[in-house]
Every structure is written in C-alpha cells, then in structure tokens.
T-cell receptor, first 112, second 115 residues
Framework: SQQGEEDPQALSIQEGENATMNCSYK?????LQWYRQNSGRGLVHLIL?????REKHSGRLRVTLDTSKKSSSLLITASRAADTASYFC????????????FGKGTLLTVNP | GAVVSQHPSWVICKSGTSVKIECRSL??????MFWYRQFPKQSLMLMAT?????????EQGVEKDKFLINHASLTLSTLTVTSAHPEDSSFYIC???????????FGAGSRLTVL
C-alpha cells in the first residue's frame, strides 16, 4: 500500500513564485526521496534526505524532514514553466532493501 | 550518470496476446530491478522485484502467471504481460537502484494499450 501522502494533490502557480509540497508517511524510514515525473515519462530523482537530517538543499530545491511528525516538504523557489510536472515523495522503509514506497504525488503547474 | 533504457515506449495489442517489455541498465549492473504500474494521474504501484538469477518477488495481489518477470543477466530484466486484456492497459515503469545508493534510476516507461 502507498504510505506517502502528498498535499496538495494539485498546485498551480505563476512563474517566479515558490511552490511548496508536503508529504506524510506512516512507518520508520531510512531516508525519504523526492522524484519528478513529466507527463508520460519515467521518474527522475531530485533529492534524498536521510532520517538523521532535517534540511537539505540542491539548487532551487529545499527539502525538510520532520521524523517526529513523519512529514517532509519540498520547496521549489523561483519556479519556472519547465518545473511543471508531478512530484512524488518516496520512503525507504527500514528493512525494505531498496524497495521504495511512493506517495500519490502533487501535480505542479507553473504558468508563464 | 546511470541510465535505464526501457523498450518499447508504447505498444498496442489485441486482447489475448502477450507483450514483452524490456528494461536494460546501460552503464551499470543491476542485480535488482523493480517493476511498477501506474494508472492515469495516480501513483506508482510496485508490482514485483526482479532478482538476477533467481525468481522475482511479487507484491500481494499481483498475479505471477499473468506478469512474468525474467532477469537473466545483470543488465536486463523483462516483463511479459501474458494473455493481455483491456484492464491490463496501463503505464509500466522499471527502475534499478544505482550502485552504493538507495536512489532509483527509472526507465522512460512503456504505455500498454490492449484493444
């Protein structure tokens, strides 16, 4: 079953604005990852945050992790039209041996 | 970086026929590959874990005889949808863990349409 739950399910913003997506999960994890999927394509890994980390940055991406609340957020700053895609969080559950559990995803639309 | 090639990208077949989808790791070896199914506007559902040289591990509710997985080499895993029916129409995606990390590299996906 899918344990990650992203919200919002859909987000529409203007170019230049920031986009924040949230993810909640239920079990203990080794790490949490965010992936991006363009329509009709495979997923591309964006960033990984380990369970002992609280915040991580990569370019315009900022990810936070709160293991006490079992939640994570992905912030995309200064969004561009090319950021339009679906974004999924994925958890690597303890003992899962690389098997990731994906959330339902947030569809981000960045309007030019 | 690591690349996973998935073929075909789309396929249309008649009900009752079988369809094979290939997933290749191009510049790294993958002892494990994962096969997912994705319905429109939904998340990825893990179908099975493909293990090189041994039997695949299927998730609960996934029919082993319906979705045949073969992982005969360190760079190739195949998913065969046998006796396909319209309800098998979906987007199938494979992935492989990159060496030394839990990060998955995904294929581009295969869209199957069964008429």
């Amino acid at each position: 079953s899918q344990q990650g739950e992203e919200d919002p399910q859909a987000l529409s913003i203007q170019e230049g604005e920031n986009a924040t997506m949230n993810c909640s999960y239920k079990t203990s994890i080794n790490n949490l990852q965010w992936y991006r999927q363009n329509s009709g394509r495979g997923l591309v890994h964006l960033i990984l945050i380990r369970s002992n980390e609280r915040e991580k940055h990569s370019g315009r991406l900022r990810v936070t992790l709160d293991t006490s609340k079992k939640s994570s957020s992905l912030l995309i700053t200064a969004s561009r039209a090319a950021d339009t895609a679906s974004y999924f969080c994925a958890t690597d559950d303890i003992g899962s041996n690389y098997k990731l559990t994906f959330g339902k995803g947030t569809l981000l639309t960045v309007n030019p | 970086g690591a690349v996973v090639s998935q073929h075909p990208s789309w396929v249309i077949c008649k009900s009752g026929t079988s369809v094979k989808i290939e997933c290749r790791s191009l510049d790294f070896q993958a002892t494990t590959m994962f096969w997912y199914r994705q319905f429109p506007k939904q998340s990825l559902m893990l179908m099975a874990t493909s293990n090189e040289g041994s039997k695949a591990t299927y998730e609960q509710g996934v029919e082993k005889d319906k979705f045949l997985i073969n992982h005969a080499s360190l760079t190739l895993s195949t998913l065969t949808v046998t006796s396909a029916h319209p309800e098998d129409s979906s987007f199938y995606i494979c992935s492989a863990p990159t060496a030394g990390a839990n990060v998955l590299t995904f294929g581009a996906g295969s869209r199957l349409t069964v008429l």
